[in-house]
């Protein structure tokens, strides 16, 4: 079992069954089903911007490559998340010429290379602790429930975060921002399955997944991409939370990255803009505790636990997902050097964090759009 | 019938058969297999950058989305590419509410906005013209040939063009510059299948293609994507020919891009440079023709006519494609103001045409560069 003596945040003392998780709840449970059926089942299109029927088209079209064919928010190791398998016509590309060795440093720079190529905006490698494995899987397409195991030696994790587009982003919570969470879904599933391609190329085994298998953010945060939050996602320096997660599991040896926090457990302290602007009040205000206030919570740890069943109230209610938190979050901007100022202060100090949350609203930053600048005159 | 008064480059008196197309060659033509042998199967991992299994295996990588899912260039209407379907999840919210109508041009807007969110470089709008449409297809997978028609109806084209990486071509003809044309590959099938289901929840058919079922060239020229070039492929405004071309076809009315000509046929009469860097003399040099040297050539139309089958020997030969011809020409670089400034001259005058191709030659524009560029220290 690999030691977490290095890693500076605590890893869960079991593993969590992901039938517990909303999603998978949303298809058993009395209580969170009806949710679901508004969701999903229930669409009025509306005349307001944001809510029409192209606007659902754009939503429902952005995640077509996770719904249409990797369907990792269903089950594991199916469609683009298969865990094994190369097309026919490359067979003999895999088996000739015996595995590539070379250094784990070497094998990393070129994982990250071809990541980055691939599509990936950030790419971090760390072992995958077993606690992190969830212990059962609820398989949305069958209804069945099993235990879950990682194959045997693929306990190195490539994580990576593909950014979601931020001028879609701030239309959140309509569907132009739930085009821009859509397409971070698909271009998940494009990603991890070309990087799995890349690592059997070379001669070993390769376990792609998207959100399915295993929790993305604390293997995120020990491949030094980000830290955990207040609003529950993670947050990266680059992008602050606005990105999504996958990860390939590989028996290929490769050097690990570090845990690189930049002061947002501070930050998030002060801040609190998630928590206010959150319409369904699952963001809590207060303090970290170690005990979630649901079933989907995974207890036991001390941090910021969100209420998932209060933030699905509102997806249901609003027929559309949501993602106001990315949208507000200071950390969230389009880049450039301004930008870069805050988080390079409020990693070194604390100082400024109320300063900078202050400014961050004062200036405007985090204000709803309306779709109609994506759109144009529709 | 569409009108083709409004085209300023002649249409072909009748279709093609896909059949006699390269790569469907290379599974039926004995004079062509044994090339398609070397190519793929009888490949020697060497010891020089570019070559080596990393390189495959980034290659390999590259094309897993259509090779793996989209199958567009084995045959149509299958995988990513398929021409009808919705996720079950969705069906309701095409089925209610009735299609979305607006005037064309609103339309077109709106897919061109959409495509664009999709990663779509280039969008252009034209009718399909009859005779662009394969007369038959030959199957790669079942080697069966057939009769191909595209849905009554949907006699609209939306033409997308996705840029494939810079720095990643000018390492062609290595597995690092095949690595950017298969990654081109897997964004069309991506960009494609995104924009056909967008579609779809509009209300409207929609049958996606990549290089399937139509010629890309014409249809991407009527949309106002670029212009025929010396060395057969597209010459597109921002990026030269370094683009991959993809297609959705429709029911829903559009209104129509314009074709866009920059000067594109003046400068190649004068440049050359394809021609003369071209490792198989497959791109002539004289003037146009109106007769092919090969049976993957459409004839009957005058251009400039390549040579498929010395293109596909040197194929064979390198054991990796090629692309060497996009790596050249002066229209391939890396956007900016200066590099606007030539294609703005050139549009206008071809007076200074033979002055750009020299100087693009003594700026060292378009020479190799090593795999190691890419890969770093590995």
Redesign the interface.
Known sequence: MPSTNDLPFPVPAGRFDQKQEMFKRASWDEKIRPLAARF??E?D?REDDGY???D???R???W??E???ALGNSRSNSG?YAWEG??A??Q??VE??GP?T?TPA?MS??IK??AG??GADLVGICRLHPNWVYSHEYNLITGEHYPLEVPAGCDRAVVMAVAM?YE?MRSAPTGVGG?ATG?GY?QMA?VA???A???R???YRAVPCGNDTALSIPLAMAGGLGEASRMGLLITRQFGPRVRLCKVFTDLPLARDRCRPFGVEAFCRTCKKCAVHCPSHAIPHGEKTTEGPSLSNQSGILKWYVNPENCFSFWAANRMDCSTCIRVCPYNKPGGILHAIVPAVSRRTSLFNAFFAWLDDRLGYGTEVAPAR?????
Chains 1, 2 share one sequence.
């Open positions: 999903y089942r669409v299109y029409r029927k192209i659902y088209a754009l429902n079209a952005s077509n490559l719904w249409g064919a683009l190369v097309p016509k490359i003999h590309f000739t010429g590539v070379q070497a720079r070129a290379a071809a190529f691939f587009d879609a085009g397409l698909s494009f399955n070309l990087l391609a890349f690592i190329g070379l001669g994506f759109w144009g005159r529709f």
